[in-house]
């Protein structure tokens, strides 16, 4: 009897061998600079928990699916979303793997307050103040209808532009009316809040300033100058 379970059990796994196609994980999911429970109370850990190992990880799962085996394997990610967006897995699964890599970094438990140096004074130039860039910041994410993020770009020309895009776009596709180098990216699908917050986008836009890691902002800002 069990000689014959053992033999079933092992036919099925190579049937399954033989038939699997090999997936090459080029792409993979980034630790998270910080305990999960790091953001609290802003971003609650049971958020942050299925954000970064369920959600951020299936897009890595796709998105490698996507490229292993075809014409795009061994491009790099930015390579991907910059020249390959009429792909919809590319878009989406290498927009959500980008965005959710930049996401993790600019947030810190020990964040938010305001920035510093020749970012506060390009943020001054570009909206007036610091609480009007975040009115104008807050403001598109809020009004991003559906799933999307809501982004602080180094535009074309050099100047800050603050706009949003749909899905998992960024500002580095082209032809979105939102063009730019993205220093600040905010996550507004409801996997990044509801939990928390629910329906009110608002105030988990209003608790996310909290925990803004200006000085991985401004390190962006200056690379990207
Ligand atoms: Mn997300």
């Known amino acids: 009897m069990n000689v014959s379970i053992s033999y079933f059990v092992n036919f099925t796994q190579l049937y399954h061998l033989i038939n699997k196609k090999i997936i090459i994980m080029a792409f993979k999911l980034p630790i998270l600079p910080y305990a999960h429970d790091a953001l609290n109370p802003h971003i609650d850990t049971a958020t942050m928990e299925i954000h970064h190992g369920k959600h951020h990880a299936a897009y890595i799962a796709k998105l490698n699916a996507a490229v292993s085996g075809s014409e795009m394997e061994g491009k790099s990610l930015e390579e991907l979303i910059k020249n390959h967006t009429n792909v919809a897995t590319i878009r989406n699964n290498g927009g959500g793997h980008w965005n959710h890599s930049l996401f993790w970094t600019v947030m810190n438990p020990t964040g938010g307050g305001t920035p510093q140096g020749t970012l506060a004074a390009a943020i001054d130039d570009a909206f007036g103040s610091f609480e009007k860039f975040k009115e104008a910041f807050s403001n598109a994410g809020a009004t991003q209808f559906g799933s999307g993020w809501a982004w602080l770009c180094v535009g074309i020309g050099g100047k800050l532009e603050v706009c949003s895009t749909a899905n998992q776009d960024n500002p ?33 836009i209003n608790a996310f300033f909290n925990v803004v890691n200006w000085e991985e902002v401004s390190r962006r800002f200056n690379e990207a100058k």
């Open 172 to 204: 580095l596709m082209p032809g979105l009316g939102c063009e730019g180098f993205p220093i600040l990216g905010l996550d507004v699908w409801e996997h990044a809040y509801y939990l928390n917050y629910q329906n009110k986008r608002p105030d988990y």
